[in-house]
């Protein structure tokens, strides 16, 4: 047998460790067999993959796009959740705001999250910037969590902080921080959506040339093999907030590689 691959994520929370451990005794026993690295953030996660130290990278989208560059587009995009192909940024403002578009934040101040959150920085500057705005917004950055790409979420709920505060008229966050304050009554009935982006995609698993296929094939077929109605499965597809997953839709990166080429975002921070 051969031996396991070795898959790298970023350490964003605690219950990080279980959601791996769980996904490892999954592949356990399979053709795929499987370990996993934990990194402190992106950057080097992505170092470590151009190195060959990992196999197959958990990567943002931002980190995806990143190690795109970095490959001159060799680098593959393996699989991704069914939750990151139809990824979304809303502005939020106070409940009752009467805000409504992109054009009711002409002349006020908008809170972003970390300048390496696609959701909630990079992608709302581009969208606005799109839309005429560029120059017209207030942008008032929170840079908590840098080189996690925003998957604290930390940033975002600074934002909203703001926005409760009347130190910002507005806050960008991603569709999964905005149903989280639904789901778990964070902040019940305080905030109302301005505004929504187009879907987008968001995480994928990505590897390089250099993993041959006749290695990559069977671990995605396995990982595809995850079953929401197996009771042995849903927790962790629970846990990493999805129910199947499914091919990359690349398509849908396109108007992330557009913003970090326009805003010239480095390579790392």
């Known amino acids: 047998m051969s031996k396991p691959l070795i898959v790298g994520a970023v350490a964003y929370t605690p219950n990080v460790v279980t959601i791996w451990e769980g996904i490892r005794d999954y592949f356990a026993g399979s053709p795929a067999e499987m370990d996993f690295v934990l990194f402190s953030n992106y950057g080097r996660q992505v170092d ?142 305080a905030f109302e959506a301005v505004w929504e982006s187009p879907t987008y995609s968001h995480c994928n698993f990505t590897a390089l040339p250099s993993l041959p296929e006749e290695r990559a094939a069977p671990w995605v077929e396995q990982l595809f093999a995850m079953d929401w109605d197996n009771p042995d499965h849903r927790p962790i597809l629970e846990l990493e907030g999805l129910k199947r997953w499914v091919p990359p839709e690349l398509d849908g990166y396109a108007t992330l590689f557009e913003a970090v080429r326009e805003q010239d975002i480095p390579p790392r921070w």
Do not use: C, Y
């Not at 958990?58 to 192909?85: C, H, I, K, P, Y």
């Not at 959701?119 to 929170?142: E, T």
């Open 48 to 189: 470590a993959l151009l190195a060959g130290t990992i196999d197959i990278a958990w990567n943002t989208n931002l980190a995806w796009v990143r190690t795109v560059a970095q490959t001159d587009g060799a680098a593959r995009a393996l699989a991704m959740r069914d939750v990151d192909t139809v990824f979304r940024t809303l502005l939020v403002a106070r409940a009752g705001s009467g805000l409504h578009g992109l054009d009711a934040l002409r002349g006020r101040r908008l809170a972003l999250g970390s300048q390496d959150s696609a959701q909630a920085a990079i992608l709302p500057v581009h969208f606005l910037q799109h839309a005429g705005l560029g120059d017209g917004v207030d942008l008032v950055r929170i840079n908590s969590d840098v080189g996690k790409h925003g998957d604290t979420g930390r940033s975002e709920l600074d934002a909203l902080r703001m926005v409760l505060d009347e130190k910002a008229d507005a806050a960008a966050i991603g569709i999964n921080t905005w149903e989280a304050i639904g789901r778990d009554e964070l902040m019940p009935g």
